[in-house]
């Protein structure tokens, strides 16, 4: 399975490196290798947190996010949306932007593509830091059935009982950021950040509750229409508003992984290749590796832990505004996480194991990424070809 699953991203990344050393040479493959190797250090918590949405989704829905998604991730986040910025900024248009691009002027130089990108990393970090804290609020505020760092999380579940508890810490924050910064533009593109993730969220859960709701009343008329006419069509909406969701928060998590390239080069196509071709490609393939083979429902505190390193990296974000915060620091904080959170799952397992709990091991209720929380639905879901994964049922 592993192979099937990694072996476009395999592929692809051959082909990115043969690509850059004809491109320039020997120092192109090692720079492209470098940021590769970054964007997968860095958006390890992505994987995790996307693997929550992606395993709602029908198998072509999961084959989009690995193909057109991959294109939106490339191309738009880690190539246009650089590109953009700095058209922005400057007045330019997006192809003197482009022109500027290549000069591959040093992030010391004043009116370079990276100088550009460097001076507006304030406001990139205020849009994407309030994106992430978000995230990392609605799974903490939420009561679960099982906590890994309780002591914290359990008042933490308790503050969410607050409506909208999440919205007025990330205000609070962004009132704070204003206060620091004293800049308009950055108090702008905060409140984006938050704007967004609440559209994107109430979109995501708009659909959601209809294609429950049509497979609620379907299971009463089961004998006039099918389960699969009555989801399909919702599916389709839910599904691309979860899609929707999934490209904006991979767009947030790239965000240091896009501003700390130019430490390393601010040649676009380098880092194009890198970030994007190779990168982010094995971060998608690694998300699906996790919903096939069911890695989040065994390790149930592998969740809390991407979260945790969401929440810690909306923090590096806010305040890499006021003070550089080396590439270093982000990517081994969120693996380090990670990596309690894996052992502690695995003692977890081996402890019920030894006291002949194993069927508690499997854990299915969670809180997903778009802030609402899921469990399994008694459909009869044998009837939807489309569906990889058990549809997921209510509490």
């Known amino acids: 399975m592993a192979w099937k699953i990694f072996r476009t991203s395999i592929i ?55 193909t057109i998604g991959i294109f939106v991730a490339v191309f738009v986040v880690r ?47 205020a849009f994407g830091g309030l994106f992430l804290l ?21 008042p933490l579940a308790k503050i969410g009982n607050i409506d909208n508890a999440a919205i007025m810490v990330a205000l609070g924050v962004l009132t704070a950021i204003a206060a620091v910064t004293q800049d308009l533009k950055v108090v702008i593109c905060g ?45 389709g909406k839910a599904a691309f508003f979860s899609f929707l969701y999934l490209e904006v928060l991979d767009a947030s998590f790239s965000l240091d992984g896009v501003v700390a390239a130019f430490a390393v080069t601010s040649d676009p196509i380098l880092i194009a290749l890198g970030l994007g071709f190779i990168g982010a490609l094995f971060v998608r393939s690694t998300t699906i590796y996790l919903v096939r083979k069911g890695t989040l429902d065994d390790l ?51 402890r019920l194991i030894a006291e002949g709990h194993e069927d508690e091991i499997e854990v299915k209720d969670h809180v997903e990424g778009l802030g609402k929380r899921h469990v399994e639905l008694d459909l009869p879901v044998h009837n939807h070809p489309e569906s990889s994964t058990a549809v997921e049922d209510k509490a």
């Open 12 to 66: 692809i990344s051959v082909i990115a490196l043969i690509v850059s050393f004809f491109y320039g040479g020997w120092a192109a493959v090692a720079t492209v290798a470098l940021l590769g190797i970054m964007e997968i250090s860095l958006s390890a918590d992505n994987a995790v947190v996307s693997a929550r949405i992606v395993k709602k989704l029908s198998k072509k829905w999961q084959t989009i996010f690995l």
């Open 79 to 125: 190539f246009g949306a650089p590109i953009l910025i700095v058209s922005a900024v400057t007045g330019l248009s997006a192809s003197d932007a482009l022109a500027l691009a290549m000069e591959k002027g040093p992030a010391d130089q004043p009116g370079s593509y990276a100088y550009i990108m460097h001076h507006e990393h304030p406001a990139i970090a």
């Open 134 to 154: 978000l995230i990392a609020l609605n799974f903490l505020f939420e009561e679960k059935e099982h906590y890994w760092l309780s002591w914290v999380e359990k």
């Open 191 to 235: 409140l984006a950040g938050i704007l967004t993730h609440m559209l994107v969220s109430a979109l995501g859960s708009y659909f959601e509750n209809r294609e429950e709701e049509a497979a609620e009343h379907d299971e009463e008329e089961a004998s006039h229409r099918s389960p699969k006419d009555a989801i399909i069509g919702l599916t």
């Open 300 to 350: 149930i505190y592998l969740d809390h832990g991407a979260h945790w390193a969401i929440g810690s990296l909306a923090a590096l974000l806010f305040v890499s505004m006021v003070t550089p915060i080396p590439e270093l620091v982000t990517g081994t904080l969120s693996v380090l996480i990670l990596i309690a959170a894996l052992i502690t799952s695995v003692k977890r397992n081996k």
